[in-house]
């Protein structure tokens, strides 16, 4: 449930995990030892140069980093206007950013001693990522999914239990991420000295938003050096899809000091305007608390979380992460949104211009980025991070192109 935070008890002051006004802790006191440890073992890590080690070792040699940073230059002349590069994610192992985070957060379970994980899936590309690491590390793996993305991801599912893991079908409210992260909490909850609860996005309590995006970090510490090894300069802007903004702020974060940069960042504009047709927490939403942290959330006026909708299953989330929240109200990074129609219709162009098929989530961005570049001169470059692949969304895309006559 959301609440309207007062403004006097959000001053960002000393406050750890605060971006600005919003970030913080809202979680039961149960937690909060929970936490406490996490964020300890978090910084014993960060300067533990054998952990970053095993780390590096690990995203090299078993997910495929560096990831390229790929010129699409049949789309860019069917465009005209920008450059356009893709920053390719999708190639990564499992498909999508996702295992970047998953490895950093299993290492450390390990190193807390913790040997079951829990997780919450919507895509169900975190919890493939979530699934491959137990599997590696030899951890016991619980995944809670919403029914309604289970419908959506049945491929992912198989996966998911392919790999070892439980994948337990939450069937309250929506069905979605949202239901599916209250079950992984409660089972933190219940379970929390045995268990490392392994959240997917830059959401929840602190330490999560900071440790997540510096896992993710990652992709623009990579995308900032490559380009100015291919054109020997920043791009104009940085576009990326945003639901709880995991790959967006790894996308970004390398760039924020860099203020002639814009950050660009999608959210899901779904069916249409009115709330609960979509995803689009800065179309409408408001401040308030979701799920253990305060940022802008979908709500009505009485601040009950509202209903949200996208055709895909990872933007589909009432509330997005602190940071993108502060970012947002700086001025710093520009969130627009693409339409249910514009995300499928991005997804056949880049299909039948590049030979590559984004995953629904990706493609928002590569919506915003056909909008963007035709306004812009050959001299402009538009970097899109390409967070996933489309496979797992081959039934949505079968059902809907078809629909469409595609």
Not at 146 to 171: H, I, P
Request: charged share 25%; glycine share 12%.
């Amino acid at each position: 449930m959301s609440t309207v935070v007062n403004p006097d008890l959000t001053a960002s002051g000393n406050v750890a995990g605060r971006f600005g006004a919003y970030g913080g802790r809202y979680v039961p006191e149960t937690l909060v030892a929970a936490l406490d440890e996490l964020e300890h073992a978090y910084a014993e890590a960060q300067a533990d140069p054998e952990f970053h080690a095993r780390l590096d070792a690990l995203l090299t040699d078993y997910a495929g980093r560096p990831t390229p940073l790929y010129f699409a230059e049949r789309l860019t002349e069917k465009l005209g206007g920008a450059r356009i590069y893709l920053k390719r994610e999708d190639l990564l192992h499992t498909g999508a950013h996702k295992i970047n985070n998953c490895i950093g957060q299993g290492l450390l379970a390990q190193r807390m001693g913790k040997q079951r994980i829990i997780a919450e899936t919507g895509a169900g590309q975190h919890g493939v990522a979530t699934a491959t690491v137990c599997a590696l590390l030899g951890l016991e793996c619980v995944v809670y999914m919403g029914e309604e993305d289970m419908r959506r991801q049945e491929l992912n599912v198989y996966r998911m239990r392919l790999l070892g893991a439980e994948v337990r079908g939450v069937t309250s409210g929506s069905r979605t991420l949202k239901d599916a992260i209250n079950e992984a909490m409660r089972d933190w909850v219940t379970n929390v000295r045995t268990t490392h609860y392994l959240l997917g996005s830059v959401l929840g309590a602190h330490p999560y938003p900071m440790m997540v995006r510096d896992f993710h970090r990652v992709i623009s510490k990579e995308a900032r050096r490559q380009i100015l090894e291919k054109e020997n300069r920043l791009p104009t802007a940085v576009i990326a899809c945003v639901g709880g903004g995991s790959n967006a702020i790894g996308a970004f974060y390398e760039f924020i000091p860099d203020k002639d940069v814009r950050l660009i960042g999608v959210e899901a504009g779904g069916s249409g305007e009115r709330l609960g047709t979509h995803a689009a927490r800065f179309r409408g939403g408001a401040p308030g608390v979701l799920q253990g942290t305060y940022s802008y959330v979908l709500q009505d006026d009485d601040g009950q979380v509202a209903l949200t909708h996208s055709v895909s299953a990872g933007l589909d989330y009432a509330s997005i992460g602190p940071e993108h929240a502060a970012l947002h109200d700086s001025g710093r990074a520009e969130y627009t949104a693409a339409s249910d129609e514009q995300a499928l219709e991005a997804t056949v162009t880049l299909a039948r211009t590049e030979g590559i098929l984004p995953a629904l989530e990706s493609a928002h961005a590569v919506a915003e980025c056909i909008r963007l570049a035709p306004t812009l001169g050959r001299h402009d470059i538009l970097m899109v991070n390409l967070s996933g692949r489309g496979d797992k969304d081959m039934g949505i895309l079968a059902r809907e192109l078809k629909l469409k006559g595609a």
